[in-house]
C-alpha cells in the first residue's frame, strides 16, 4: 500500500510569511504526528492529530497549528516564519497509541530566508 | 518526559552482529519501548518495538531486561545498508526523540 506523501517536498519562504504543509497518511490510519528536525535540536516533536482531534502537543509556540480533515489527512500551519523555523518537516502515521509504530514521510525541507 | 541514554555512536564490521544498548530507567509500566533508525537524507524508519518479552522482526531482535530499564537491539548480520542513526524512545502517547547511536559499518 501507498507510504506517507508529504507536500511540498521543498520549500522557500521569506521571514514574516506563513506557510501550510501537507501530509497524507497510510491508508487506514488515524493518526498524524508531526516533527521538526534540526541539526541543532534533532528531531522534536510537534503534535499529534486523531481522528481531527489534538491528542498530544509538543513545546512549541503558537504560531506552529495542525488540523487534521475527516479523511485523516492533516496540514500543519506556521504563521510569522522565523530564520530558526527552516528544518525538515516530518509526519508520520499510524493506528494510534503506544502499542503501534509510526510510519514516517519524506519530509518538507522548508527555508526561511 | 520519559528519557533514554544511547552510546553516541558505535561501530561494527559487514555481516558481524550489532548490540545497540539503551537505558531507559524511568520507565513506567505502560510505555512500550520502540526502535526507529533514520538513514541520510531519509524520514525516521520503524525498526521494532516491546512491552515486556522480547521481539523478533524480519530486521532485528529486540532484547528487554527483567526490570525494563534497559533494552538492546540486535541486528544479527550488519550490513552497510544498516548504517544509521538509531533511536531507542519510550512511547508515552508520544514519541520523543533522543540524540540515538550513530552506527557505522565497514565493509
Known amino acids: 500500500k501507498a507510504g506517507v506523501t508529504q507536500t511540498p517536498r521543498y520549500l522557500i519562504k521569506t521571514r514574516g510569511q506563513q506557510v501550510t504543509l501537507s501530509c497524507s497518511p497510510i491508508s487506514g490510519h488515524r493518526s498524524v504526528s508531526w516533527y521538526q528536525q534540526t541539526p541543532g535540536q534533532g528531531l522534536q516533536f510537534l503534535f499529534e492529530y486523531f481522528s481531527e482531534t489534538q491528542r498530544n502537543k509538543g513545546n512549541f509556540p503558537g504560531r506552529f497549528s495542525g488540523r487534521q480533515f475527516s479523511n485523516s489527512r492533516s496540514e500543519m500551519n506556521v504563521s510569522t516564519l522565523e530564520l530558526g523555523d527552516s528544518a525538515l518537516y516530518l509526519c508520520?502515521?499510524?493506528?494510534?497509541?503506544?502499542?503501534?509504530?509510526?510510519?514516517f514521510g519524506p519530509g518538507t525541507r522548508l527555508t526561511v530566508t | 518526559d520519559a528519557k533514554t541514554t544511547q552510546p553516541n555512536s558505535m561501530e561494527s564490521n559487514e555481516e558481524e552482529p550489532v548490540h545497540l544498548p539503551c537505558n531507559h530507567s524511568t520507565i513506567s509500566g505502560t510505555d512500550y519501548i520502540h526502535w526507529y533508525r533514520q538513514l541520510p537524507s531519509q524520514g525516521p524508519e520503524y525498526v521494532i518495538h516491546?512491552?515486556?518479552s522480547n521481539v523478533n522482526n524480519r530486521m532485528a531482535s529486540l532484547a528487554i531486561a527483567e526490570d525494563r530499564k534497559s533494552s538492546t537491539l540486535i541486528l544479527h548480520r550488519a550490513t552497510l545498508r544498516d548504517a544509521a542513526v538509531y533511536y531507542c524512545?519510550?512511547?508515552?502517547?508520544?514519541?520523543?526523540f533522543g540524540t540515538g547511536t550513530r552506527l557505522q559499518v565497514f565493509p
Open positions: 508520520a502515521s499510524s493506528f494510534g497509541g503506544r502499542a503501534n509504530e509510526q510510519y
Open positions: 516491546g512491552l515486556t
Open positions: 524512545i519510550l512511547h508515552t502517547d508520544k514519541l520523543i
